[in-house]
């Protein structure tokens, strides 16, 4: 694992195998393994039990690689204790194999890969959860790829209850009753939201704004929580929700929360 992973480091994972055993190459690989040795390593190394994988794929498409993945990010928060923000987003792990929920996004420059949600810190970027989005199974509960369901998990994976720190995402994750239970695990979100959610109050919505002049910005306040809908530019609206803030600053003709 750790060849491996030495070898995705210096981003010489593409290469063909025997070019990492080369004199003009880094003398780690020679000093590690033979060259045979690898082979063969690679030709018996297995994470999963194929007499059981066929029951658990009823209900996890990454039932093969499910327990490798969770015994190494299950390790991830013992490294690092975060800093008062993390982010919450999805990110595409370039990957061109066999699988069938591999996706192809054309705008990322990798374009084929798996999908991962992934939770990780606003300063230096260090992951402190990761899960892979495997697909649609029909024993699966309705709402296991939900957003609230995503964050939940997440959080419970970097270990963050009752830590108090401030939790960024985009609208897939934001809504009004996770930025409620996330408050009731003393921790605080700011995230973009869909405007079409229920939650959010009409006046806020880009309808009531479709003809608003840009630089415009709508306050909205509950006991906890802070809508904000600003006009960047015509016919454009961004609506964000906030447990972090509570008043109507803004800063260079932009609302603070935004900023």
């Known amino acids: 694992m750790g060849f491996l992973i030495t ?3 210096y981003k010489q994972n593409k290469d063909p195998l025997i070019d990492l055993f080369s004199e003009e ?8 393994f033979s060259h045979s040795r ?4 690679q030709k018996c190394m ?3 039990d194929q007499a059981t994988r066929g029951i658990r794929k009823e209900y996890d498409n990454f039932a093969a690689a499910r327990d490798i993945w969770e015994r190494v990010t299950s390790k991830f928060p013992d490294f690092l204790a975060p800093s008062e923000s993390v982010v919450i987003d999805e990110e595409l792990i370039t990957f061109h194999g066999r699988c069938k929920f591999r996706l192809y996004i054309p705008t ?3 374009k084929y890969g798996i999908q991962a949600n992934v939770l990780c810190d606003s300063e230096n970027y260090y992951c402190f959860a990761a899960e ?7 024993n699966q509960p309705k709402d296991y790829n939900s957003g609230p369901a995503v964050v ?3 959080v419970a994976l970097a270990k963050l209850h009752n830590s108090g720190r401030n939790i960024t995402m985009d609208r897939k994750f934001t809504s009004l009753p996770t930025a409620n239970a996330l408050l009731d695990q003393n921790l605080t979100v700011v995230g973009t939201i869909m405007s079409n959610r229920k939650d959010v109050p009409p006046e806020l919505r880009p309808q009531s704004l479709k003809d608003a002049t840009p630089g415009t910005i709508r306050f909205a306040f509950r006991d906890r929580e802070t809508f904000v809908s600003y006009v960047p530019k015509k016919k454009k609206v961004v609506t964000v929700l906030s ?9 260079n003709d932009k609302p603070e929360i935004i900023l």
């Open 243 to 251: 447990t972090q803030h509570h008043n109507m600053q803004v800063q």
């Open 7 to 9: 070898a995705g480091a």
């Open 108 to 110: 990322n420059p990798g």
């Open 132 to 138: 892979p989005y495997a697909g649609k199974v029909i």
């Open 152 to 154: 939940k998990h997440l």
């Open 25 to 32: 190459n880094l003398p780690i690989y020679r000093a590690t």
């Open 38 to 41: 690898v082979q063969l390593l």
């Open 46 to 48: 297995r994470f999963d």
